[in-house]
Every structure is written in structure tokens, then in C-alpha cells.
């Protein structure tokens, strides 16, 4: 009777939280129809720079042919919080990997995403109605039609820059990159694609005069990728595995980096909606490029210090001088 009587308690209490997950899932599922596509984003992005696991997948090429030791660089510890199965089994998934030329493909990607979404905008396309709908009915600030014409520009340079430079500057290189840092760069600039024009006011489509934004966000922009494309140029003219000898390097071990922070801010500045200092869309994008880029920094920094045996280099900054 008792063994009876448990197993129906036991059941009503599983169905009780059935019931439960159910509700709660559609409860996240109704905030998801309701949200504006550019909360999703943002979303999509913080959730992606906040990854606990990403020191174990980030590093590639060079730094993994001196991995540190266990007491510096904290794997050891992180390990045991996951747990050693679940440890291990991050570790079969850390070891695929894809040659790391195929960082072209998120230029590419990029590329064809920027024509994607104009051809839609300019016709009137279906999914560019659908997007525009559900962002314009959802939000109540926006930016100009100029400003998104501008920021899908510069967008759009900046993928088509960086191609020019990965086939331009391409070496034969058996270096790899974690298939998941491919998947998650793929995401990324899929999604900043739409990010750059979605909180546009298209729906009273207009066009303003240049605004202060404007001249302080588009020299930014061209001094920022200036300064890239130059230590790109550097970097692919050295000797394998030497020192930079660029200025830019007096201070920082990667300049390139923190030049892509300042370029994504810039696109913040231009793409700002009216009453906004800065387009928070776009922010929440430079937050996953700027941690992911920082953690790659100091594993970079770190390489350097043992591979050249030379603790001048740790009183450099990583990526931003004087800060980090």
C-alpha cells in the first residue's frame, strides 16, 4: 500500500515539474515572439562573449606549440570545476580543429551577407519585410536611413579589406583553429550583417544631413583601419616566428586587435539611433570581439615570453597599453 501510494507521489511530482518546464518554455518562447530582432542579437552576442569554456577553445596556430604550464595558465583548476568526464569530453571537442586559413570564410560570409540584405532592402524582400515588422513595431528609437546606408558601407569595406589582406598575404601554414571558434566567427559576422542596419527607420525611410556622430565615428573608422592593414602588412612580411618590429608593437602585443575594438566602436558611433550615444546593437558585437580578441592577446603575450625567453615582454600590454 505505502509502495503504491509512493509511486503515485512520485509520478504526480514528475508530471509537476513537467508541467512546470512546460510553462516556463513557453513563457521564454512568447518574450522571444515579442522581442525586436535587435534584442536578439544583442542576446545572441553577450551570451557568446560570456562562454565559461572559452580559454579552453580559443587559442590556435603558434600558441599551441607551447601550451602552459598547468599552475599558470588555470586549465588544471578550470577542469576539475567542470568535472573530469565532463572535462575529458571538452577536451575531444577542443581537439577538432580546421586549418586556420579558413578564417577567409568570415569574410566571405560577410561579404555575401552584406549583398544578401541590401538586395533585400532595395526590393522589398521578403525577409528584410519580416525583419523590418517585427523591429519597427517592437522598438521606439531608430537611426537614419543615411546612418544605415553608412554603417553597411563600412561594414562591408571592413569584410572586403580583410579578405584582400587573408589572400594577399596568405603562407602555406599547417596552423588550426578549434572548429568552434570557425562556427562561432561564422555566427558573428552572419549576424552583424544585420546588426549595422536593423535599427534603421525603414519603415519612413529618410535621409538627415551628416551628423556630429558622423565626424567623429568615420575618421575612427579609416584611422583605425589604416592602422590594421599596416600591422597586417608587418606581420605577414616577418620571419616565422620573430619579434614585431613595428612602432605600433613598442607597447602593445596586439595593436591589430585593439584596432578591430576601435573599428566595431566606430561603427557603434555612426549606427547610433536617435537620443543614443552609441548604437547598442553593435556594442554588445564589440563586447564578444573584444573579450574573445583579449583572451587570444594574452595567450599571444604569453607565447612570446617563452618562446623568446624575454620577461621585457610581459611589461607589455596585451591589447590595450596602460590597461590590459
Known amino acids: 500500500m505505502h509502495r503504491k501510494n509512493g509511486h503515485k507521489y512520485g509520478g504526480a511530482v514528475r508530471r509537476g ?33 560570456s562562454g565559461p569554456l572559452r580559454e579552453r577553445f580559443i587559442d590556435y596556430g603558434s600558441r ?19 568535472g573530469g568526464t565532463a572535462g575529458a569530453l571538452l577536451d575531444s571537442v577542443a581537439a577538432v580543429r580546421v586549418p586556420h586559413a579558413w578564417f577567409n570564410h568570415f569574410y566571405v560570409l560577410s561579404l555575401l551577407v552584406s549583398c544578401f540584405w541590401a538586395s533585400q532592402i532595395l526590393s522589398d524582400g521578403s525577409f528584410f519585410e519580416w525583419l523590418a515588422t517585427r523591429e519597427v513595431v517592437a522598438r521606439s528609437a531608430s537611426m537614419s536611413l543615411d546612418q544605415a546606408m553608412l554603417a553597411w558601407a563600412m561594414m562591408t569595406f571592413q569584410a ?30 552572419a549576424a552583424m550583417g544585420v546588426a549595422v542596419w536593423i535599427e534603421a527607420s525603414l519603415r519612413s525611410l529618410h535621409i538627415d544631413p551628416p ?16 592602422i590594421q592593414h599596416d600591422v597586417h602588412d608587418h606581420l605577414a612580411s616577418m ?8 612602432p605600433m608593437f613598442a607597447t602593445c602585443i596586439c595593436p591589430h586587435y585593439l ?6 566602436l566606430s561603427l557603434a558611433i555612426v549606427a547610433a539611433p536617435q537620443g543614443h550615444i552609441l548604437n547598442w546593437t553593435i556594442v554588445s558585437g564589440l563586447m564578444f570581439v573584444g573579450i574573445n580578441l583579449g583572451v587570444t592577446a594574452k595567450g599571444t603575450r604569453l607565447w612570446y615570453a617563452r618562446k623568446f625567453n624575454d620577461e621585457r615582454i610581459m611589461l607589455k600590454a596585451c591589447m590595450i597599453p596602460g590597461i590590459f
Open 160 to 189: 572586403g579589406r580583410r579578405l584582400y589582406e587573408c589572400l594577399d598575404n596568405h603562407k602555406p601554414s599547417a596552423s588550426k583553429m578549434w572548429v568552434g571558434h570557425w562556427a562561432a566567427g561564422l555566427a558573428f559576422y
Open 259 to 264: 584596432a578591430e575594438c576601435f573599428i566595431y
Open 64 to 82: 599551441e606549440a607551447a601550451p602552459a604550464p598547468k599552475a599558470e595558465n588555470g586549465y588544471e583548476a578550470q577542469r576539475k570545476r567542470i
Open 211 to 226: 551628423s556630429l556622430r558622423t565626424f567623429v565615428g568615420l575618421p575612427i573608422f579609416v584611422l583605425a583601419s589604416g
Open 17 to 49: 515539474k513537467a508541467a512546470m518546464l512546460r510553462a516556463w518554455m513557453s513563457k521564454i518562447l512568447d518574450v522571444l515572439d515579442m522581442a525586436a530582432p535587435s534584442l536578439l542579437l544583442r542576446l545572441f552576442y553577450v551570451s557568446a562573449a
Open 239 to 246: 620571419k616565422k616566428y620573430s619579434l614585431p618590429k613595428h
